[in-house]
């Protein structure tokens, strides 16, 4: 499609100088600063005192090259791939994903962003607080909660998003009534193992933590979750940029802010 619409442009240029090229060669050919015969200013167009130039040729010239490189530059990934694709800003540029349950696109991976191995390994606990209540659970205990399903994308605001992912996980309000929580959820701070980083935690509103919808998850396509894409546990919340959907999740603290 990309190439398709640059020879368009480029038929459509060629053209455009086949027809212009007999009157450029004239025009050029002239002396500067003298007019093109029939060309005088007979209405009245051209300014008596015209303001000096703010930008010399060479300039705008440059500002419109390096402007077009800069163009380039963010581009050429999405257009040529391979080994490119990492440069493409605006597109899915992440780790290959691979094949399978899991195989979608991921935005950071455990290990970029730092995640240990005994982060997420079995001394992992999901801890749940609000309502001056606490508990905590092992991996094996959070799965034993009610599982609920939840099919949604990933938008992330980099400028890609995947079609939806079948989830699977137990709903935020269930987490909720954990701690004593009726159906009134109130708005959750998520915690990820993550240390640092703007994305290791979200505040989720009331009503992204009522949705039915909003799971954390544990399962994606039938399969556990990759480490890549947050296990061993992960939010997942319909109608939200990418970002909320905090990988590697730990705590949850309903009814706090941040
Ligand atoms: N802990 C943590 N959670 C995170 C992130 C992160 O960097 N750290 N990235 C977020 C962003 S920006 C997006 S778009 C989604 C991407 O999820 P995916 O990698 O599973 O596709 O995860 C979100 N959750
Ligand atoms: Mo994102």
Sequence with gaps: MHFYGAWVFIGAFVVHVAFRLPKALRAVGRRRGEPAPGTEDAAGLVSPRPAAPTISRRG???MVGL????????TVGQS?????????LLAPHGQDPGPGPNGFQINKTAASVGIRPSDIGPAWRLTVRGGGRQVGLTYDQRLALPENESSLPIACVEGWSTPDQHWSGV???ELAALVGLGTDTP?????SVQRGGSFSSVVLSDIQARDTRSLLAVR???????????YPARVIVPGVPGVHNTKWV??????QQA
């Design 67 to 74: 402007g077009s490189l800069a163009l380039l530059v963010v």
């Design 60 to 62: 705008a010239l440059g």
């Design 171 to 173: 709903r935020l309000t």
């Design 220 to 230: 994606v396509n039938g399969a556990v979750l990759s480490r890549d894409h947050g």
């Design 250 to 255: 730990t705590r949850l603290t309903f009814g």
């Design 187 to 191: 708005q959750v701070f998520v915690e």
């Design 80 to 88: 040529v791939g391979g080994w490119f694709r990492q440069t493409a």
